[in-house]
């Protein structure tokens, strides 16, 4: 057969290997927002001492208000798709697209468990495993500003305008603390790639916020501001500008940027948890132990159970990070815009700046 | 073959983003195709082996030079402007110039000699085994260290020159 | 791969459109960008030089040509702004100030 010319068997392996980890990425995501939603209602009413939507159930079940969740996205699907009549209609039906693809891409560069041994194949476990790791992953979401900026100028709105500039601006505005604070990993670590870095974090001592605490300060603030989360969601908070950028937005619309939003939270959690927290590593036990324990019980399909175990892990500690988004968000009132961006031009800026500088001086220290 | 094929679709990208933003009437389009046409640029840079190029490209050019652009165009609300219809000699001049030298670089890709590209892997390419931003950054930081450093001059300089263009005048005191 | 040729056709390509840009439009934005795809042009001519040498020095030029392409953006960004804010238009027509 011609195919066979074409494409050695490798290749249709590891392609066939490819959709199913693409798979795997696009359900784990999709699952995300829905969830954070349950979350985003269950979780102020247990900070402020109330009890949240438990109402809405299926035959009785009601399951601690996750139908709630089910019912809030029915209702998203059903609604009618209003365009205003003087938006620019190209880009009023581009911009959710243009919000959801980097999010999604992003998250296809984290890698979720080890690499994998299947009928005699390594399978990495990430859709995209090039060398330039996390530079891709800044590159994309440094794209996702586009989604903002379009919807603000599309619904030729002047609320929605404003809004989705200072969005857009305070977006690249903190993607640079974010970046310099990622700078004194990839020293310490020597390499780009996230497996690498997992990898490497090998005891608890060595994670990456013990090695680079200054870092981790500097990536948790900014993850916040990259994401429009509270304390820095002026340009889209409930009270303030109408709802910026996407109030003309409808129901399918509002869904693609509700779901970038909760996915790119997703992916800068998994983020922080793989760069400082060890990634799918579990804290005192090692990869090797892990498939020695489980070789005990299944003998060919350890490794595979492994990685399931892996996976788990990073969920677990990417939940630990949702959990810290939404409770800082319910927690701390939120910044003035003038505020924000000093904090990340005066502030934030010049403490990455000493943070590359002092990690050079340490690493400098240490090797001669 | 793949990597041919991969090439010809770029190529066909780029073909079509570059002549709509020469040829969109409205400013905020051609930008929108400018960042499409800059991320093509980006894909195929790490077609040719150079990967942490085609990260910083998309990153530091598609990622905040075009969003300038954009905020340029937003917040000026510009009206859109029509083509130009009074084209003088002197531009028609330099058209014709240009389309001439496009015309000799085709024909010397019918006609002409191959330069091959060379495969991947080369050993010149990759100096270390350990990826291109590795080695470009042994490079960078050897050989091109002044203008590394000049470029940061630079950089500083288009700051504060940016900043004070565009910065609005005292206002006169009554 | 495909050779070293058809790169410098597409170049070349992209560098006719940004020609036309600069020549053909009245929109000083436009101009602009017009500028940064002959900018463009010229890095990808770069990189497959780059290739066909064997030398990282095309990409490290690459590298320069982006730094130096971000401060012109910046500052003819900002003047953009200057001008709009005191002729109140950015058609190159009229902008007139020099005679000649």
């Known amino acids: 057969m011609g195919l066979n010319a074409m494409v050695s068997e490798v290749e249709v392996f590891q392609i066939v290997a490819m959709f199913i980890k693409i798979l795997v990425v696009v359900m784990v995501c999709m699952t995300v927002p829905p969830l954070m939603v349950w979350v985003e209602r269950r979780a102020p009413a247990l900070i402020q001492r109330r009890k949240g939507p438990n109402r809405v159930g299926v035959f009785q079940f009601r399951i601690w208000g996750l139908m709630q969740a089910i019912a809030d996205a029915v209702k998203l699907i059903f609604k009618e798709e209003i365009v205003p009549a003087v938006a620019n209609r190209r880009f009023f039906h581009i911009a959710p697209m243009i919000g959801v693809i980097p999010a999604l891409l992003t998250a296809s560069a984290i890698p979720f468990g080890p690499d994998i041994e299947l009928f005699g194949y390594v399978v990495p476990l990430t859709v995209i495993n090039v060398d330039a790791g996390f530079l891709f992953i800044l590159a994309i979401s440094s794209l996702g500003v586009y989604g903002i900026t379009l919807a603000g100028w599309a619904s030729n709105n002047k609320y929605s305008l404003l809004g989705s500039l200072r969005s857009s601006a305070q977006m690249v505005s903190y993607e640079i603390p974010l970046g310099l604070s990622l700078i004194p990993l990839v020293m310490i670590f020597s390499t780009f790639k996230l497996n690498d870095i997992v990898v490497s974090q090998n005891n608890i001592l060595g994670w990456g916020v013990f090695l680079a605490p200054i870092s981790f300060f500097l990536f948790a603030i900014s993850m916040f501001a990259e994401t429009n989360r509270a304390p820095f969601d002026l340009a889209e908070a409930d009270s303030e500008l109408v ?41 005192f036990v090692s990869h090797d132990t892990v ?12 490794s595979l159970l492994a990685a399931l175990v892996g996976m788990l892990t990073l969920i677990v500690k990417a939940a630990f990070f949702m959990w810290f988004f939404v409770w800082v968000r319910w927690t701390l009132p939120r910044f003035r815009y003038d505020q924000l961006m000093g904090l990340g031009w005066k502030f934030l800026l ?6 590359i500088a002092f990690t050079a001086l340490i690493i400098a220290w240490r090797t001669f | 073959m793949g990597a041919t094929l991969l090439f010809g679709i770029f190529a066909f990208l780029i073909v079509a983003c570059s002549l709509m933003v020469v040829l969109a009437k409205d400013s905020v389009v051609s930008a929108v195709f400018l960042v499409a046409d800059l991320f093509v640029m980006a894909c195929i840079y790490a077609l040719l082996g150079a990967d942490f ?19 340029v165009i937003m917040l000026l609300n510009l009206d859109i402007v029509a083509a130009r219809t009074n084209a003088g000699p002197l531009e028609i001049g330099m058209f014709i110039v240009v389309l001439i030298g496009f015309g000799i670089l085709v024909v010397n890709l019918l006609l002409g000699e191959r330069i091959e590209l060379l495969p991947p892997g080369d050993s010149g390419l990759s100096i270390t085994g350990k ?21 940061s001059v630079l950089i500083l300089l288009a700051m504060v020159a940016g900043v004070l263009i565009a910065k609005r005048g005292k206002k006169k005191q009554p | 791969m495909v050779p070293f040729n058809y790169i410098i056709v597409l170049s070349a390509f992209m560098f006719f459109c940004g020609v036309f840009g600069v020549l053909f439009r009245r929109n000083i934005i436009a101009i602009l960008m017009s500028v940064e795809l002959m900018l463009n042009s010229v890095n990808l001519l770069f990189i497959g ?7 990282l020095d095309g990409q490290i030029m690459v590298f320069f040509i982006i730094t130096v392409a971000a401060c012109e953006a910046a500052v003819g960004l900002a003047m953009v702004i200057a001008i709009f804010r005191k002729f109140g238009s950015i058609d190159t027509d009229k902008l007139r100030v020099l005679r000649g």
Do not use: R
């Open chain 1, 243 to 283: 709802a910026g950028f996407h109030t003309e937005f409808g129901s399918t619309k509002f869904a693609l940027f509700f779901f970038a939003e909760y996915i790119n939270m997703f992916v800068l959690s998994c983020l922080c948890a793989t760069l400082f927290f060890g990634g799918w590593q579990i804290p």
């Open chain 1, 291 to 302: 498939v020695g324990i489980l070789q005990n019980i299944t003998e060919d399909y350890a």
């Open chain 1, 350 to 355: 010049p403490l990455g700046l000493f943070n």
């Open chain 2, 53 to 71: 190029v085609a990260a910083i490209q998309v990153l530091v050019y598609a990622g905040a030079i075009l969003i300038l652009f954009l905020f």
């Open chain 2, 131 to 151: 990826g291109n931003s590795y080695d470009l950054g042994l490079v960078l930081f050897s050989k091109y260290l002044w203008p590394f450093e000049m470029a």
């Open chain 3, 49 to 55: 030089a780059s290739k066909v040498v064997g030398n």
